[in-house]
């Protein structure tokens, strides 16, 4: 997929319209300024997804999902950030423009169009097959319909069979003017020593494999024969266009789905994917029998932060796939495992079972990860210390790796419990194995710089004196990701206090990304009042307390917003007056025309050009002021980063509406038209909450100092004298912030 310029990405979001974008999917009803309508991210009987089109963003106020057009296709089609341009691109006629290709370029982009067209036709070709023909009737439809699949699953899947004939594919393909360099190259057909072409899937039945997008890109074969000499299953190998620890079988069908329960139900092979949907349940995916890789588990968070993991009661197959596990762990995820009755896979269970009862009996019996490991692992250990001190340091290695520090601690509480072994030793392990593991992650860090520097080293010794430099290609990502959450410099800060800060941390963000551009009323030294934007206003305030985001999400997100605050703001709001100045003359000349046909004497005129301009300035006023509003919003909602997005779809979004009964009578004061005073409160109650945490440290620290130690007053002292200051800096805050406390939505 090529780079889209800056230039045509922001054509695309200025002409994207939200009503128009979701109009294409949900009915709409007008409702005041805006529009409601039946979410279409989750079941619902009363309409309760909001679009505005003066903010140009939608809002489903039960789930929480909406956000820009942009986003709303891309959690609505699950679309990458690029693709969901492509979309809107498409829909509004606006032209992309390739970038210039070199021949390999080329070359690359020809090949792959040519093998993603064979594939097309080979998946067309085993379908008819399967459908169609005698063979394909008597033996691959007969072995479908025996493990009770119907055509609609059939149809849904592109299932097909490969015929006994070695060249029939082969043959069809050439007659029909494909290519056979692309045969061989997808794997489609194989060449021999002699240098015959022959189908690699004869006699097979076809699982075509999809991208997420719906294009095919491999294929799995299954043999019917009984013949152990015979493999069972076939796949394709990886070729220009596929990797296969980058697919995941049956997510281009799962998506949707997926994204509406927001939890993904990860099964092995493909029959327990295509059974379990024909049983209703439809947020199913496989990983088709290999071990769980980075690309695939990505490739799931982009979904959900929600995965159960179904095994059989086979205890060696679950023991030898627990490890894999530890990767989605790593990732983020909220992992649970599903223990199916003995006997049955999840195919035959669906088969059994209708979509009700999978239903039930995944809320019953589904449970976490770490504590079905850990009680897996513990069968058949018996009395055995060292065979249990095994399993606490397996079971501790799958908890270290959780980079969530709350979630961390939960399990490690549960262990400890199930186990019965101390916290603190619990902690220690872990402490431990993520101390090991930065370790080993800092000095491969510094392998590669090494070799990476070797090479550039060696590079420019081979490079010719003459020779111009080489400038890095311009890298573009749809997804730009964030590293893993460092060490808080506050590394005694609790699991408790860390969410108490981030109550606070996320308010203080709300604000900069809902009105960071506004302008904030402050006073210099003289007294004298000046404008500044309330996003200068927070870095300040920031940096003069040298205050971070203990959330490493938000951090990155407060960076993207000062990135954006600089990034051609001004020449905008230039434009933005001009225009607002070019409305306000033409309300005056309309206004000037419209007094002067209806008034009868000069003091009416008089009374009614002074209103008149009055409202024309108040008007052109609200014009410039909303543009610095929405200034921010439209960006961080439109973003490519997806950390960014989803945090600005969380925040920006008003989360409640009030009713007309509420409005009609009585004047509601809107927080942007009281930033002084929200801004700095917000802040302070940040600060005071920080100084809060740090006090409770040094009330532990005190109770934990020995008194028979060398010291022990001096330590004291100086404790007790670091709790006083601390006391009476939160009693400033006090004073500063009043009784009235905002509360950190």
């Not at 961390?408 to 603190?424: F, K, M, Q, T």
């Not at 604000?511 to 206003?537: Q, R, S, W």
Request: aromatic share 8%; charged share 30%; net charge negative.
């Amino acid at each position: 997929m090529k780079k889209i310029d800056h230039e045509t990405v922001q054509r695309i979001l200025d002409t994207a319209q939200i009503v128009d974008v979701v109009s294409d999917f949900v009915t709409l009803k007008r409702r005041g300024s805006g529009y409601i309508g039946l979410c279409p991210f989750h079941n619902e009987r009363t309409p309760s997804f909001s679009v505005s089109p003066a903010k140009g963003i939608c809002k489903c106020f039960s789930c929480g999902k909406g956000g820009s057009p942009v986003n709303f296709i891309m959690e609505l089609e699950q679309l990458s950030f690029g693709e969901a341009l492509r979309y809107l691109a498409n829909k509004y006629n606006i032209e992309i423009p390739e970038t210039e290709m070199t021949e390999e370029e080329q070359q690359a982009e020809n090949d792959r169009g040519a093998m993603f067209a064979i594939n097309e036709f080979a998946a067309k070709h085993f379908s008819h097959n399967l459908l169609d023909t005698d063979d394909g009737r008597a033996i691959g439809l007969s072995y479908f319909k025996q493990r009770g699949i119907s055509e609609r699953m059939i149809k849904r899947f592109y299932l097909g069979y490969a015929l006994e004939n070695r060249n029939d594919l082969c043959m069809t393909a050439l007659k029909r003017g494909f290519n056979e360099k692309y045969l061989i190259d997808t794997g489609l057909c194989i060449r021999n020593e002699r240098g015959d072409v022959y189908d690699r899937f004869k006699g097979r039945v076809i699982y075509p494999v999809q991208t997420v997008s719906g294009k095919i890109v491999a294929f799995g074969g299954r043999t019917l024969r009984s013949d152990k000499t015979v493999a069972k299953y076939v796949n394709s190998p990886e070729s220009l266009i596929y990797k296969k620890n980058l697919q995941l079988y049956g997510l281009y069908q799962a998506k949707q789905a997926i994204a509406k329960n927001n939890k993904c139900i990860l099964v092995e092979g493909y029959m327990d994917v295509i059974s379990m949907h024909q049983s209703g349940i439809e947020n199913v995916v496989a990983s088709s029998g290999t071990s769980l890789t980075d690309g695939q588990i990505r490739l799931i968070h982009r979904f959900t932060d929600n995965v159960t993991v179904v095994y059989d009661s086979d205890p060696a197959g679950i023991k030898a796939s627990l490890r894999g596990i530890d990767m989605l762990l790593a990732e983020g995820l909220d992992i649970k495992v599903l223990l199916l009755p003995e006997g049955d896979d999840p195919d035959s269970f669906a088969q059994n079972h209708s979509a009700a009862e999978v239903e039930s009996y995944i809320a019953e019996h589904e449970t976490d990860f770490i504590t079905f490991k850990t009680k897996i692992l513990l069968e058949g250990t018996g009395n055995d210390p060292m065979a249990r001190a095994r399993v606490i340091n397996d079971v501790v290695t799958s908890i270290s790796v959780i980079p969530d520090n709350v979630a961390r601690d939960a399990y490690i509480r549960e262990c400890g419990r199930i186990l019965g072994v101390s916290e603190n030793v619990l902690n220690l392990q872990v402490a431990k194995f993520i101390a090991q593991r930065l370790e080993n992650e800092a000095k491969e860090r510094v392998k590669a710089k090494n070799r990476a520097e070797l090479q550039a080293s060696l590079a420019a010794e081979q490079q010719p004196d003459n020779a111009e430099a080489v400038q890095p290609a311009d890298i573009s990502s749809d997804v730009v990701g964030i590293a893993q959450q460092s060490l808080d410099k506050k590394s005694s800060v609790s699991g408790l206090q860390l969410r108490k800060l981030r109550l606070f941390e996320r308010q203080v963000m709300r604000y900069l990304m809902k009105y960071g551009m506004m302008d904030f009323n402050a006073v210099d030294a003289d007294g004298n009042e000046f404008a500044i934007p309330v996003i200068d206003v927070i870095s300040n305030e920031l940096a003069i307390d040298d205050i971070d985001f203990s959330d490493a999400e938000l951090r990155h997100a407060y960076e993207a917003c000062v990135a954006l605050a600089h990034e051609g703001f001004d020449r905008e709001l230039t434009a933005a007056m001009n225009e607002a100045e070019a409305i306000y003359q033409e309300a005056l000349r309309a206004g000037h025309e419209e007094i002067s046909r209806n008034a009868s004497d000069m003091a009416t005129i008089q009374a009614n050009e002074l209103v008149m301009q009055e409202k024309a300035e108040h008007d052109r006023e609200e014009y410039v002021k909303e543009f610095k509003k929405l200034y921010l919003q439209k960006r961080l909602l439109s973003s490519a980063d997806d950390v960014v997005r989803r945090i600005a779809n969380e925040l920006v979004p008003d989360k409640y509406v009030l009713s007309k009964v509420h409005t009609k009578y009585a004047t509601v004061e809107k927080d942007e038209d009281r930033l002084g005073d929200i801004i700095p409160r917000a802040i302070a109650e940040w600060k005071d909450a920080i100084l809060g945490c740090r006090l409770d440290e040094l009330k532990a620290q005190i109770a934990a100092l020995d008194v028979n130690a060398d010291g022990y007053d001096a330590q004291l002292s100086s404790l007790l004298q670091q709790t006083a200051e601390i006391i009476g800096l939160r009693k400033q805050f006090a004073v500063f912030m009043g009784e009235r406390v905002i509360s950190p939505r």
